[in-house]
């Protein structure tokens, strides 16, 4: 490897590392895939420099014109996009929830973002409705759109899937945290373009069970490059996986595996888990874990540290994906 | 049998304010006519008028996704949870 002309070109070709030790079936191989060796520190990165570069070639984006970026963002793809648009020379305004990690608030401001607060207890979908609400009232400004953008799921179709290919040919499962459903798409639709045999889960924390600010479930919001790229066509299995599973397993990681990731890959490990144990006995299979990120910006939350009740308790009114 | 469903918040002020409630039912869609039987303030938000689920909702049988099991027709049996939650979007 020589040496980058600047940091994008550090994102992507993330490592691999076996895991197999925390697979409850002897049969069973895990592999993690770790998206936090990215420059902004998670897989975001890769869809952030994919949005921008399709405006750019679109001549929506002039590179160094100061033009404003507005982007939804529980705070990866907030820093994701502050990254870029330090090097490339925009202007990020995101409208973020309240009730994110301090860490992501740090971040984002540690970059140059503008923040734009939407109400915590509407959680992402609140933060949605606001960004498409001051898109509209300004027409100058440029929204990527993440949930709606196909140069999201591109990103990892592109990317990402390939690294897995070549990484780990002999992959059986992808089980990878849904939330845009841009990696589950560009991934999954790679993955079983090369062996339709591979089975696709996609891991969802229960958001959306104690959002108070929901007034009705008509509130709801499914990203619209889920239903456009046929996502429940390509998913295998969905599960739900709760706080204290993925706290368990995130600090399995650590302790275990001494690698030190965030909350939403105890998440993704947990269903791995569960997914593994499917299996039947005596059939081989490697599933392929996509790690979001790593345990940087939750270290506030206490998930290493503090009593796990407690941290459960915090980690319920926190969005981590 | 009887199941128990775990309600989101949005729900819960259509079912006495109650986190869950306890249903008869063999399959997911029996259990939801059930619920909304019982809670009729609830059936406009669950269920569409011609019967399949709501497009925002999701129902899980023990944490799975019952749109990638066999949907209404999934079975459920005494001791299974089945949850309803809204769904919302990550990133």
Redesign the interface.
Known sequence: MGIARNVLELIGNTPMVDISGLSPNPDVAMVLKLEGRNPGGSVKDRVALSLVERAEADGVLAPGSGQVLLEPTSGNTGIGLALVSRVRGYHLKVVLPTNVSIERRQLLEAFGAEIIESPGEEGSNGAVRLALRLAEEHPEWTMLYQYANEANPEAHYRTTGPEVWRDCPEVTHLVSGLGTSGTLLGVGRYLKEQNPAVQVWAVEPPAGERVEGLRNLDDGYVPPIFEQLGGAQLLDRKTVVRPRDSLEATRRLLSEAGLFVGISTGAALAGAMRCAKQIPAGERATIVIISADDGWKYLSTGVWTDDLDIVTKRAENTIYF | MAVEV?L????RSQAGGRSTVSVEGSTVGEVLHALVSAHPGMSE??LNPDGTL?????V?VN???V??LSALDTPVKEGDEV?I???????
Do not use: E
Request: aromatic share 12%; proline share 8%; charged share 25%.
């Open positions: 775990r989101p918040t949005v729900l938000q669950v709501h497009r925002f909702v999701n899980y944490d799975d996704d749109r990638y949850s939650l809204p769904a919302v979007a990550g990133g």
